[in-house]
T-cell receptor, first 114, second 114 residues
C-alpha cells in the first residue's frame, strides 16, 4: 500500500477486556514504532521494532501491554485487562534506512475503555 | 536527561509570518524533524535538518543550529488551514548506537486567526 494502515480505526471496549490493534507498515520499511497519544497531549513512545533485532520495549507502561511483529511486516499491539486510563489514540509509524529515516504515521486507532 | 522544549501555544494572523522555536538537550544528535498534526489526525512530516542552516520548502522553512541546540520552523503567508500542532523531534544516539528512535517535544498549538 501507499501508506501505513491501522485497524480498527475506532475501538470501544469494556474495562477488563483484551484488545488487539493492528499496524501494516509501508512496504519495505524495516523499522516500526508504536506511540500513544492522549487527548491534547504529546506522543508517548511505546515500542520500536528494527528488522530482526530485539525490540526496544522501554516505553511500554505496564506488563499488560505487549507487541509483536510477524515476518518483519505487520505488527499487533495487545493490551490485556484494559483500564480506563488506557483510553487514547494509538499511532503506528514506520521508516526505512533512507538518508533521513523519516517516520511516516498511520491514521491511528482511537481506543475507548468504558 | 534528554529534553525538548517548545512553546505550548501561539497565535498569529492570516497572511502573517510566525516562528516556532524548539530547543533540545540530548546525549547525541543525528537529525531534527518537524511534523504538523491537525486535530484528530496523525502527524505528517514537514522537514528534516541535520546540518546547520536553513532548509526552505515552499511557505515553510526550518533552521538548525547544532552548537546552540536550537531549531525553528518558519511559516510564511499564514493560512487558516495552518492552524495545527507543530511537533519538534530529535534523533539522538544512545549507548547501544541505536539512534533511530526519536525524542518528541510536546508540540506547539498554533491558532491562525482571520
Amino acid at each position: 500500500g501507499a501508506g501505513v494502515s491501522q485497524s480498527p480505526s475506532n475501538k470501544v471496549t469494556e474495562k477488563g477486556k483484551d484488545v488487539e490493534l493492528r499496524c501494516d507498515p509501508i512496504s519495505g520499511h524495516t523499522a516500526l514504532y508504536w506511540y500513544r497519544q492522549s487527548l491534547g497531549q504529546g506522543l508517548e513512545f511505546l515500542i520500536y521494532f528494527q528488522g530482526n533485532s530485539a525490540p526496544d520495549k522501554s516505553g511500554l507502561p505496564s506488563d499488560r501491554f505487549s507487541a509483536e511483529r510477524t515476518g518483519g511486516s505487520v505488527s499487533t499491539l495487545t493490551i490485556q485487562r484494559t483500564q480506563q486510563e488506557d483510553s487514547a489514540v494509538y499511532l503506528c509509524a514506520s521508516s526505512s534506512r533512507a538518508v533521513t529515516d523519516t517516520q511516516y504515521f498511520g491514521p491511528g486507532t482511537r481506543l475507548t475503555v468504558l | 536527561g534528554q529534553n525538548i522544549d517548545q512553546p505550548t501555544e501561539m497565535t498569529a494572523t492570516e497572511g502573517a509570518i510566525v516562528q516556532i522555536n524548539c530547543t533540545y538537550q540530548t546525549s547525541g544528535f543525528n537529525g531534527l524533524f518537524w511534523y504538523q498534526q491537525h486535530a484528530g489526525e496523525a502527524p505528517t512530516f514537514l522537514s528534516y535538518n541535520v546540518l546547520d542552516g536553513l532548509e526552505e520548502k515552499g511557505r515553510f522553512s526550518s533552521f538548525l543550529s547544532r552548537s546552540k541546540g536550537y531549531s525553528y520552523l518558519l511559516l510564511k503567508e499564514l493560512q487558516m488551514k495552518d492552524s495545527a500542532s507543530y511537533l519538534c523531534a530529535v534523533r539522538a544516539s544512545n549507548n547501544a548506537g541505536n539512534n533511530r528512535k526519536l525524542i518528541w517535544g510536546l508540540g506547539t498549538s498554533l491558532a491562525v486567526n482571520p
